[in-house]
Each structure stands twice: as structure tokens, then as C-alpha cells.
């Protein structure tokens, strides 16, 4: 279990309700940061592909360096999209790429898809820890109620013991007196007897 230094408000320690995550649950948290990092990547790139699209709009020089790693960042995200729409090119040199506008819209929907993805995993891994602790307070109940039981019992057991001792005790205060009660009655009888008569 998790140990902790201070103990929870009702005096119940942390390492009793927090119990260690399970295989299934550490696997859970390594696949929630592997698809985050995922997401992570796919909302970066539409990042990238909307900085492209505005620059190419805007006709912005392709020889400053931010420029430069922007295309190329870009030219990367999009071999997959490639061609797949005409361009349109003003007489300014702006140009509108509704290519990017499409691997914008489809980098976007796999960003959301794996957002609710770690979103799902968030809720599971929240479920199984609440699932654990749940099981944790019930066998720290049991614990607590067997421990009760059992002091009750042994609480009962020297009761009955006391009580047996208490009543050997009477039994022979009692036995002691009708003792003493005889004794005394034989030395009063033999007081009040009279004495014999003188012999001549």
C-alpha cells in the first residue's frame, strides 16, 4: 500500500485507503501517457498547419528561419494529403492551399478521437482506484470487526472467569462461617452443661 506520513482527518491512515495500483491499472496509466503523447503530437502538427496555411495566405518569405522550419514542419504532415485539392494563387503571391485545410480538419478529428481516448482511460483508471480502495475500506472494516469480536469474547471469557472466582469465594465464605457457627454452638453447649456432682 502507499505510505504517507500524516494520518487522514478520522484518524484513519492514508496507507489503509490508498492500496498500490494494479497490474492493470499501471498498465492503464502507461497507455494514458503514450496516447497523450500522441495527441500531443497530432495537435502540434495542426499547430504547424494552421501557422502554414496563414503564412501562405499571406505571402510570408520562405528565407526567415521561423518561415523555413514552419514549411518544413508542414511539407512533413502533409505527404499523406498531398495534391489531393488545387491551389489558388493571388496576384499578390498569397497563396490558399486547401490541401492544409483538409489535413487541418482530418489531424484535428484523430486529436479529438484520441482526447476522448485518454478521457476514457482518465475515467478507468479513476474507476479501478475507487474499485480498490472500496475493497481496502471493506477488509480494513472486517479487520476492525474481527478485532472487535474478538475483544468482546475475550472481555466475556474473563467476565465468566471472575464471576466463577467470586462465587468460589462466597461458597467458602460461607462454608467458613457455618464452620465458625458449629464451633460456636459446641463451646456455648458445653458451658451451659452442669457440673458434675461431687463424689462422697
Given at each position: 500500500m502507499t505510505t504517507a506520513q500524516q494520518p487522514q482527518p478520522g484518524g484513519i491512515a492514508p496507507e489503509e485507503i490508498l492500496p498500490e495500483d494494479s497490474g492493470s491499472v499501471k498498465g492503464m496509466r502507461f497507455a494514458r501517457w503514450f496516447v497523450w503523447f500522441v495527441w500531443a503530437y497530432f495537435t502540434f502538427v495542426v499547430v504547424v498547419l494552421t501557422m502554414s496555411f496563414?503564412?501562405?495566405?499571406?505571402?510570408?518569405?520562405?528565407?526567415?528561419?521561423?518561415?523555413?522550419?514552419?514549411?518544413?514542419?508542414?511539407?512533413?504532415?502533409?505527404?499523406?494529403?498531398?495534391?489531393?485539392?488545387?491551389?489558388?494563387?493571388?496576384?499578390?503571391?498569397?497563396?490558399?492551399?486547401?490541401?492544409?485545410?483538409f489535413a487541418m480538419i482530418v489531424y484535428g478529428i484523430i486529436a479529438s478521437l484520441v482526447s476522448a481516448l485518454v478521457s476514457f482511460l482518465d475515467r478507468k483508471i479513476a474507476e479501478e482506484r475507487s474499485k480498490a480502495m472500496y475493497i481496502a475500506q471493506e477488509e480494513r472494516r472486517?479487520?476492525?470487526?474481527?478485532?472487535?469480536?474478538n475483544a468482546e469474547y475475550a472481555a466475556a471469557q474473563y467476565q465468566v472467569q471472575q464471576d466463577e472466582a467470586a462465587a468460589q469465594f462466597a461458597s467458602r465464605q460461607v462454608a467458613a462461617q457455618q464452620r465458625t457457627a458449629e464451633a460456636a454452638e459446641h463451646l456455648s453447649a458445653d458451658q451451659h452443661e452442669p457440673p458434675p456432682p461431687p463424689q462422697t
Open positions: 496563414f503564412l501562405l495566405l499571406f505571402n510570408a518569405d520562405p528565407d526567415v528561419g521561423f518561415v523555413a522550419w514552419v514549411y518544413r514542419s508542414a511539407d512533413r504532415a502533409m505527404e499523406p494529403f498531398r495534391g489531393i485539392f488545387p491551389t489558388e494563387t493571388a496576384g499578390n503571391g498569397s497563396v490558399i492551399d486547401f490541401s492544409i485545410l472486517r479487520r476492525e470487526y474481527a478485532m472487535t469480536t
